[in-house]
């Protein structure tokens, strides 16, 4: 289908669906779009419709409805029934009372996602997930359970508890229905007790899909944890059902220019990471369904402008419910940037400047969070007191200031003799691609004999998955986890003040380093910092050294020491020629040179010393004039 001019609709309809969106209580920006759409096609194909009472639903409706579906390149099922929902709901608010449907249900295409509801019997029906009590039903698991959800809801989010909730109260139904005799926490059998239940899971009516399935065993997984730590490897990888690829929606290939698109992502991704390519084609993805939802019209990249197409884009950014933070608005801007960039590289006739610096958001610049000295003391000894794997692995962090992933990759044999008596612990490749040796001391290589130790009592299961790791595990990220919530308890039997995450020992490991005298090239390389500007953010002092450098400084002030100020020079006369030019032009680059050495904006900065440059060559044109004339 050839692509068709708009002209403007009929004023007296314009205004009827304008007044009728803004009156909505709803969103209305598809009502916006799908009555514009509909008001362009009328305008085209019937001019002589001037009014609401004029509309007939053959031909004007149908023929609408036929023209979505011979749109080039196609829309989507579900991007015509939006459109035929939106404009179905304008036209019976404004049609009078009586009047037959326009658009009936006949009309909608058929959604390939769309199944019945399926109505849970009676019996099935759910208790509700904020009722505590159902947990206490078993005379000694509820107890059990609840306690240890009490413990994980400190840490989750509530949503997350009744997920446990519920997973609990399944669990637990299903042993005093099976099996009643079931006392004791230590007559729990993998065979036949949770075997029983895995494959209740896999025969229950109406079919539970593989995602809740898994959701139920990593949760009962949680909550028998500490059974595991035992020793009781009654939840195995094995039971776990196959995680299916998820199906995404639209592909970059379905919206217009997106083969162009594609295309150079796949270039990107010959040289960037692959977890970095995925946010490059949801930036596109999103770029593209915007162009094709507000400018339809648009055919041809070379028609992209600045203004209104990507204005419009960072206003809908800007406007998103829920809100996004300004290091996500300004990472699709960047990715965007990058594909325009390559593209004009590539040949496309794109209009330069589509996205400037200044169209960038500002990042938020957090400070680290160093731990107060009494609050590291305390959760110190209490890791220590508590002396288990998942302990030592956390004193191993923070003797170190590895990111937690890093903790987590350890080798068995990351310990390396890098002279006589000497240790490093070898950090392998991390968060930014590198790696590194991290000096250690004797309390560090206690840790990791502890750890060896310890890490022999742990299940067969686990050793088997992790056999060249430090730390044993069934997953990493159920590792991860383990280590979170090990460390949120231990600050709360130790009294911490404040709510403590993994790597706020790694900021209380580099500030110590900063404290303790060690230059910032070292503590770049201790951390794994590609650059020393990430390491500057550590250089951050408490209230109590500010005040001892400051009354250090006043005890060594002998006497008052003027700093000279820079002379000005005096600008000559305008009568004195072309040497009085120059000598104009030397001091106004000096006067530029030092308000700029002043200036703490970056961005200004630039600027002036791009005036400079100008300012030089003008002096050197002026200078060979001078010499021609002689």
């Not at 290091?327 to 590539?346: G, I, K």
């Not at 820079?566 to 030019?581: D, K, N, W």
């Amino acid at each position: 289908m050839t692509p068709r001019s708009q002209p403007q609709p009929p004023p007296n309809l314009e205004k009827t669906f304008a007044a009728q969106i803004q009156a909505l209580q709803s969103p209305y920006r598809h009502y916006r779009v799908a009555a514009n759409r509909f008001l362009a096609y009328l305008q085209t194909d019937f001019p002589h419709v001037r009014n609401l009472s004029d509309l007939r639903r053959d031909p004007h409706l149908l023929g609408w409805i036929r023209s979505l579906g011979q749109e080039h390149p196609p829309l989507s099922n579900y991007t015509r029934r939006i459109y035929l929902i939106r404009l179905r709901r304008l036209l019976r608010d404004l049609a009078p009372e009586g009047q037959p449907g326009l658009i009936l249900t006949e009309d909608f295409p058929q959604s390939p996602h769309t199944a019945p509801k399926k109505v849970l019997p009676p019996q099935t029906e759910r208790h509700p997930l904020n009722d505590e009590s159902v947990l206490r039903t078993h005379p000694l698991f509820g107890e059990i359970f609840d306690s240890r959800i009490r413990t994980l809801a400190t840490s989750f989010r509530p949503d997350t508890i009744n997920t446990y909730r519920v997973t609990a109260r399944r669990f637990l139904s299903y042993l005093q229905a099976d099996f009643p005799q079931v006392h004791q926490l230590s007559e729990l059998r993998r065979d036949p007790h949770l075997l029983g239940w895995v494959r209740g899971l896999y025969q229950q009516d109406p079919p539970l899909s593989n995602g809740t399935r898994e959701q139920y065993l990593y949760k009962l997984w949680r909550l028998l944890q500490d059974l595991v730590a035992a020793g009781h490897s009654l939840i195995r990888a094995e039971d776990f059902p196959p995680r299916l690829s998820k199906k995404r929606g639209a592909q970059l290939s379905d919206f217009r220019f997106g083969e162009l698109f594609e295309a150079r992502i796949q270039t990107l991704a010959t040289t960037l990471r692959p977890g970095t390519i995925p946010g490059y084609r949801i930036t596109a993805r999103r770029f593209l369904s915007y162009l094709q939802t507000d400018f339809p019209q648009m055919q041809q990249l070379a028609d992209l402008r600045r203004d209104p197409h990507l204005f419009g884009w960072f206003r809908r950014l800007c406007q998103q419910e829920p809100s996004l933070s300004n290091s996500t608005r300004q990472a699709y801007l960047l990715q965007l940037r990058r594909l325009f960039d390559d593209l004009a590289c590539a040949g496309h006739p794109l209009q330069p400047g589509l996205i400037l610096t200044e169209d960038l958001p500002p990042r938020p610049q957090y400070l680290p969070r160093a731990l107060s000295l009494e609050d590291d003391q305390r959760l110190l000894q209490e890791l220590r007191r508590h002396d288990d794997l998942l302990s030592n692995a956390l004193l191993l962090t923070r003797a170190t200031g590895l990111r937690i992933g890093e903790c987590i990759a350890l080798a068995v044999n990351c310990l390396r003799s890098v002279a006589p008596d000497q240790w490093a612990l070898h950090v392998p490749l991390g968060k930014l691609r590198t790696e590194r040796l991290v000096p250690v001391d004797e309390d560090v290589r206690h840790i990791i004999d502890r750890i060896l130790t310890l890490r022999t009592q742990a299940p067969a299961s686990q050793l088997a998955q992790s056999a060249h790791f430090l730390l044993p595990r069934s997953q990493p990220s159920y590792l991860y986890e383990n280590l979170r919530v090990a460390l949120h308890q231990a600050a709360q039997r130790s009294g911490c003040s404040d709510r403590i995450t993994p790597h706020r020992l790694r900021h209380t490991y580099a500030t110590e380093m900063i404290r303790l005298g060690v230059g910032l090239p070292a503590v770049m390389k201790l951390l794994g910092h590609k650059t020393v500007r990430m390491t500057l953010r550590y250089v951050q002092v408490t209230q109590r050294d500010l005040q001892r450098e400051f009354h250090l400084a006043r005890q060594n002030a002998v006497q008052v020491h003027h700093i000279p100020e820079l002379s000005v020079t005096s600008f000559p006369s305008a009568e004195s020629g072309l040497p009085g030019i120059l000598s104009t032009l030397a001091a106004t680059r000096h006067l530029l040179e030092m308000y700029r050495r002043q200036l703490k904006d970056d961005g200004a900065s630039r600027r002036l010393r791009r005036l400079d440059k100008r300012l030089h060559s003008v002096a050197l044109e002026l200078d060979r004039f001078s010499s021609a004339e002689k």
